[in-house]
């Protein structure tokens, strides 16, 4: 009888032991897990939003709370593989998971060897910072959220993913607001993003009066209402800092783009093929949708006079998600295109600016000089010269060009004097060549 009892006690368990669930530990995600530090971006939080995409929240000196980071990988995604870049900016009010969640995103990369990246450029939705590091009464400090952007979520995303981590593998587009913050990216680092995108937004903020006039509304309406900040705290007084929103405007700086592949969407305002009831008569679809018509066309008219190349798209239609669902699909097909069949890096290049010290293509330009901001040009840059525009004296250094400590005759000519030197050039094969600038003068240096 104990025999039995023993045998029936040990089949009970065996058999509640295999009718209970297997305890397994949850899939590890790909990408960094919380405590990942890296480009100053503490990772604080990472949740699943969908089989493919993950949200990371990052904390930052350069913002004044922890943000988010929504990455989207392929279907296929293999570590072993290497993946170009798309990120997308959300506009006003918004938030990064919009692009999978109402722009449709994922169905758009479906199939597509290619990471998807969306960070935050506001707080839990406010009214945001249009992606520039706020002037705040000439002070800086934080948010400092081109800094963000440029100088961590970039380098962020290259060293936790298998990115071609290059301007051919990388492409940048937004919406609305984020229409502005994809230009102004591509705009001011053009040796960073090779595709960019604008989907009813502010191509232009401050170069046509008209878009001026919509665009400083628009941004202190937001500074104010929805963010609750001071007034001209994102780009100062239009009228006395004029030069700080030249700086930061795509239209001022459209020659900057030249050797970049420029998309541009709009609508006129009016309800068009894809709005209904809930699309077709608001003022955010309505008046706001004309703003970025006017920017956009205005931007459109800045690059036809520089002779920079853009494909635009015009319809009727409102500022809504419809049709950016459109234009994702659209430009997608575009980056994938531009990555499988990239451009040469260009033979010379050009690069405005207002900073006092800037690095683009390899060179890189500082001014002595008194203003902090102010125009400079750097024009027909190559191996055998180039051009250079400003006030002051400029200290140029060029890219690796030359053979490591190689001696060259340089000839700086200023009106109708010329200085010839000898230039040696450093263990990496760079040129430094310093060439004072008269103001309204344009400076020409030789190399050979």
């Known amino acids: 009888m104990r025999r039995l009892l023993m045998t029936a006690v040990v089949l009970a368990v065996l058999a509640t032991t295999l009718a209970a669930p297997v305890a397994t530990a949850a899939p590890v995600r790909p990408g960094p897990a919380v405590g ?7 990772v ?22 922890p943000v988010r980071i929504v990455v989207t990988l392929p279907q296929d995604y293999d570590r072993r593989r290497r993946y170009p870049v798309l990120y997308l900016m959300h506009g006003t009010g918004g938030n990064p998971t919009d692009w999978v969640l109402k722009a449709r995103a994922e ?33 800086g400090g934080v948010p400092r959220w081109e800094d963000f952007h440029i100088d961590q979520v970039v380098p962020w995303v290259d060293a936790q993913f298998p990115t071609i981590a290059t301007r051919q593998g990388r492409a940048v587009a937004g919406a609305s607001q984020g229409g502005f913050g994809a230009m102004h990216a591509a705009a001011r680092h053009p040796d960073m993003f090779a595709t960019v995108g604008s989907f009813s937004g502010a191509a232009t903020i401050y170069r046509d009066p008209h878009t001026r ?46 050797h970049t592949t420029i998309d541009l969407s709009t609508g006129n305002g009016l309800p068009g093929a894809r709005d209904d009831l809930t699309t077709c008569c608001t003022i955010a679809s309505n008046l706001i949708e004309h703003a970025a018509h006017t920017s956009t066309h205005a931007f459109a008219r800045f690059a036809d006079e520089a002779g920079v190349r853009y494909r635009l798209i015009s319809r009727v239609g409102t500022h809504s998600w419809p049709y950016w669902q459109d234009d994702v699909q659209r430009f997608t097909d575009l980056a994938m295109k531009q990555f499988r069949a990239p451009a040469a890096r260009p033979a010379q290049i050009s690069y405005t600016s207002i900073e006092r010290r800037w690095t683009q293509w390899g060179w890189t330009v500082e001014w002595d000089r ?47 004097k010329a200085v010839r030197t000898s230039v040696r050039a450093d263990a990496s094969g760079r040129l430094a060549i310093r060439v004072p600038v008269a103001a309204g003068q344009t400076a020409a240096v030789a190399i050979r």
């Open 36 to 42: 990942n530090r890296s480009h100053g971006l503490t």
């Open 44 to 65: 604080t939080s990472v949740d699943a939003l969908t089989a493919r995409t993950t949200v990371y929240r990052v904390a930052t000196t350069n913002l004044r709370q």
């Open 107 to 139: 169905e758009s990369t479906a199939k597509r060897d290619v990471i998807v990246v969306a960070p935050d450029a506001g707080y839990e939705g406010d009214g945001g910072g249009w992606f520039v590091n706020w002037w705040n009464g000439g002070r």
């Open 213 to 258: 006039l919509y665009a400083g509304s628009i941004i202190e309406l937001t500074t104010l209402l929805l963010d609750g900040a001071p007034p001209l705290s994102m780009f100062g007084d239009p009228f006395t800092n004029a030069v700080h929103w030249e700086g930061h405007d795509p239209g001022w700086l459209v020659d900057n783009l030249r």
């Open 370 to 416: 008194r203003a902090k901001e102010q125009g400079s040009t750097l024009s027909r840059a190559g191996s055998r010269g180039f051009r250079i525009a400003g006030e002051g004296t400029a200290r140029v250094v060029t890219p690796r060009s030359y053979r490591p400590r190689s001696t060259h005759v340089v000839t700086v000519t200023s009106g109708t």
